[in-house]
Every structure is written in C-alpha cells, then in structure tokens.
C-alpha cells in the first residue's frame, strides 16, 4: 500500500510541475480590421483579482475587438479569459494591452491570477458580451 501511495505522489508532483509546458501563454490570433468598433477596458490585477469584476460590451449585431489594459500591481499574474482562449502573464508593475476579435456573444468568466489556470477558490469576474 505504501508503494501506491508514493506513486501516487510523484504522479501528482509530476502533473502539477509540468502544467507550466501544458499550458504556456495563449492568446487568439484572429486578424483585426481596421473598420469593426473597438472597446477598450482598463483593468488592475492586485492581490490575485481583477478590477473591475465585470465587464459589459454590446457588439450591435456585429464583430468588435475587444482590448484590455491589464496593469499589474504588486507581482506578476495571469490574465485569464478561457472563453476566448487568453492566457497571458503580465510581470509585476507593467501594463499589457490584449486585444480579442468578439463576433459571438455571450458571457464569459475572467480572472487576475498567479496560477496559469482558473481553480475552483480563484475570485472571478464576468464579462458579457451582448
């Protein structure tokens, strides 16, 4: 029983420290014309959360870009939108500019993080897209 039990920990240590190559910066790479509106948001990362907590856009019936200013405070974080599949680390004390093409609506969750994922105690914000 022993024997499983310490397999079982070095399969867990060996998953949890190699995430980081699972799941490196993403960002979409849709092609941004030049004539769709775009909507800017200013957001700060401190403490492991973002501010605001939600966001809104309305899209008209048609695609916007979307651009986030990430400013992060403190220390690094992870600037999370799985829905539009972004992940992107900002260092600590700089500020990013993240841009996403929305053609669909919906409402998707965000978060300012250490982690390179969204677990289930992560705080969250919400972002509509109407």
């Known amino acids: 029983m022993t024997d499983?039990?310490?397999?079982?920990?070095?399969?867990?240590?060996?998953?949890?420290?190699?995430?980081?190559?699972?799941?490196?910066?993403?960002?979409p790479r849709a092609a941004m014309p030049a004539d769709v509106p775009h909507v800017r948001f200013e957001i700060v990362a401190q403490g492991g959360r973002c501010?605001?907590?939600?966001?809104?856009?309305?899209?008209?019936?048609?695609?916007?870009?979307?651009?986030?200013?990430?400013?992060?405070?403190?220390?690094?974080?992870?600037?999370?939108?799985?829905?539009?599949s972004?992940?992107?680390e900002i260092p600590a004390n700089t500020r990013v500019?993240?841009?996403w093409l929305a053609d669909r609506s919906g409402v998707h969750e965000y978060a300012c993080t250490s982690g390179r994922?969204?677990?289930?105690?992560?705080p969250t914000g919400k972002l509509a897209v109407k």
């Open 97 to 99: 500019e993240i841009s």
């Open 86 to 88: 972004i992940r992107k």
């Open 117 to 122: 994922w969204i677990g289930p105690l992560t």
């Open 51 to 84: 501010t605001p907590a939600v966001l809104a856009a309305d899209r008209q019936g048609r695609a916007i870009v979307l651009t986030f200013q990430v400013t992060s405070v403190d220390r690094a974080h992870f600037f999370l939108v799985p829905g539009a």
């Open 4 to 27: 499983r039990r310490a397999m079982v920990v070095l399969l867990g240590l060996l998953t949890m420290t190699g995430c980081a190559r699972l799941m490196p910066e993403n960002l």
